[in-house]
């Protein structure tokens, strides 16, 4: 970055890159985000409505170890939303307090609405506009420990209210930390691959609240006959229930079709279609392209659907009965791979197949594991 850059310009760059406009960051989503939302198991006050200082140490410590894991660079933009406009000096004097080597600072204002919602959904926008004065400095370290314990402290009777209001922003990677109080954590990045060594190491604290929004479970697969391995049978089957929100769907599906649909959605919407559910009842005719690495498969009208959408780096999952849910689009991943893998698996501990002689159908098998495997991303096996 050039030395004369405005703070304002950087962050409104890093911003397009992740395909927004300059907004209040508190309502910022992305595809690659992780949501961490247990700091603490334990209970914020005491049976003396004291504060629980165990809790508060435990929420410090887990915060300032995913920051350290994370590694942010020396190249640092903190961003202070005063989200409400009334400026407060004492607020901005002590988070300057904690801000190690200011090279540069700037500030502005910016107007924004709070999203009302409906059953999750955002409907419309608040009738009341506020004005967020926006504080952006550009720091090499920052005293986590000492800012972090504030934060955290600003929604149970803290001093200080930097609720949903601090942000830690990585100039180089365009890494964004988001600790909004004591009861998480946001995380946001413009590659995948920035969160993968902190989606593993912190795996049992993310998403936890609303893990159970889309899961996928396995309960029987077969080939069509039902008895024995069938080497000339090309279509796995199966019986699968998947979870949207409170609501189950059962099938008895071919599961190979499902899963490169399923597939498919990472980045693809998905609407409701006779012949293309997302379970379907047949998927044994293929279509292959000129290329063989993609397939069209064809079935009949019975089977069980719902639309997946990809909306403010969310996915929205609607259900023919209409009922809708968001998910991470990491945690839905995760669950989609989980259900391809143990599908091909299942051909892998079975007979290799007879590949068909004809060559429409054969070229609608090889078609199909090409295509599955790109998106898989590894080489075909089959």
Same mark, same amino acid.
């Given at each position: 970055?050039?030395?004369?850059?405005?703070?304002?310009?950087?962050?409104?760059?890093?911003?397009?890159?992740?395909?927004?406009?300059?907004?209040?960051?508190?309502?910022?989503?992305?595809?690659?985000?992780?949501?961490?939302?247990?700091?603490?198991?334990?209970?914020?006050?005491?049976?003396?409505?004291?504060?629980?200082?165990?809790?508060?140490?435990?929420?410090?410590?887990?915060?300032?170890?995913?920051?350290?894991?994370?590694?942010?660079?020396?190249?640092?933009?903190?961003?202070?939303?005063?989200?409400?406009?009334?400026?407060?000096?004492?607020?901005?004097?002590?988070?300057?307090?904690?801000?190690?080597?200011?090279?540069?600072?700037?500030?502005?204002?910016?107007?924004?609405?709070?999203?009302?919602?409906?059953?999750?959904?955002?409907?419309?926008?608040?009738?009341?506009?506020?004005? +967020? %004065?926006? $504080? @952006? *400095?550009?720091?090499?370290? !920052?005293? =986590?420990?000492? &800012?972090?314990? /504030?934060?955290?402290?600003?929604?149970?009777?803290?001093?200080?209210?930097?609720?949903?209001?601090?942000?830690?922003?990585?100039?180089?990677?365009? +890494? %964004?930390? $988001? @600790? *909004?109080?004591?009861?998480? !954590?946001? =995380?946001?990045? &413009?590659?995948? /691959?920035?969160?993968?060594?902190?989606?593993?190491?912190?795996?049992?604290?993310?998403?936890?609240?609303?893990?159970?929004?889309?899961?996928?479970?396995?309960?029987?697969?077969?080939?069509?006959?039902?008895?024995?391995?069938?080497?000339?049978?090309?279509?796995?089957?199966?019986?699968?229930?998947?979870?949207?929100?409170?609501?189950?769907?059962?099938?008895?599906?071919?599961?190979?079709?499902?899963?490169?649909?399923?597939?498919?959605?990472?980045?693809?919407?998905?609407?409701?279609?006779?012949?293309?559910?997302?379970?379907?009842?047949?998927?044994?005719?293929?279509?292959?392209?000129?290329?063989?690495?993609?397939?069209?498969?064809?079935?009949?009208?019975?089977?069980?659907?719902?639309?997946?959408?990809?909306?403010?780096?969310?996915?929205?999952?609607?259900?023919?009965?209409?009922?809708?849910?968001?998910?991470?689009?990491?945690?839905?991943?995760?669950?989609?791979?989980?259900?391809?893998?143990?599908?091909?698996?299942?051909?892998?501990?079975?007979?290799?197949?007879?590949?068909?002689?004809?060559?429409?159908?054969?070229?609608?098998?090889?078609?199909?594991?090409?295509?599955?495997?790109?998106?898989?991303?590894?080489?075909?096996?089959?």
């Amino acid at each position: 970055m050039k030395t004369q850059e405005r703070l304002n310009d950087i962050l409104k760059n890093i911003l397009e890159q992740y395909g927004v406009e300059d907004k209040t960051l508190n309502r910022l989503t992305h595809k690659y985000m992780l949501h961490i939302d247990e700091l603490s198991e334990k209970y914020q006050y005491l049976e003396d409505g004291s504060l629980n200082e165990t809790c508060i140490e435990e929420c410090l410590q887990k915060a300032t170890e995913i920051y350290r894991f994370i590694n942010f660079s020396d190249n640092l933009l903190v961003i202070y939303d005063n989200l409400f406009g009334q400026e407060n000096e004492r607020e901005k004097e002590f988070l300057e307090s904690t801000l190690t080597h200011i090279s540069k600072y700037d500030t502005y204002k910016l107007k924004w609405q709070y999203p009302i919602y409906k059953n999750d959904l955002p409907i419309h926008q608040d009738n009341e506009i506020y004005t +967020c %004065i926006r $504080h @952006l *400095y550009r720091v090499k370290e !920052i005293n =986590i420990q000492k &800012l972090f314990r /504030e934060i955290i402290l600003s929604d149970i009777g803290g001093e200080m209210d930097f609720c949903s209001s601090i942000f830690i922003i990585d100039i180089n990677s365009g +890494c %964004i930390f $988001h @600790l *909004y109080d004591d009861r998480g !954590i946001y =995380i946001l990045a &413009l590659k995948e /691959e920035y969160l993968t060594d902190v989606w593993g190491e912190f795996h049992d604290s993310v998403f936890t609240l609303d893990y159970q929004n889309f899961k996928i479970k396995v309960n029987t697969l077969y080939w069509i006959d039902e008895t024995k391995d069938d080497p000339n049978d090309l279509c796995l089957h199966g019986d699968i229930t998947v979870t949207i929100g409170g609501e189950e769907l059962s099938s008895s599906c071919t599961v190979s079709a499902a899963a490169l649909r399923m597939l498919k959605t990472l980045w693809e919407d998905h609407l409701l279609t006779k012949g293309g559910q997302i379970l379907p009842c047949c998927g044994n005719f293929m279509i292959p392209n000129e290329t063989l690495d993609e397939v069209e498969i064809i079935g009949c009208d019975t089977g069980i659907d719902w639309t997946i959408l990809h909306e403010d780096g969310m996915i929205k999952l609607i259900t023919e009965k209409e009922n809708t849910v968001f998910v991470y689009y990491l945690q839905y991943k995760e669950e989609v791979l989980r259900f391809v893998d143990m599908v091909e698996n299942y051909y892998k501990i079975s007979l290799p197949k007879n590949i068909p002689e004809d060559e429409f159908e054969r070229n609608g098998y090889m078609a199909f594991w090409n295509e599955w495997h790109r998106r898989r991303g590894r080489k075909s096996e089959k």
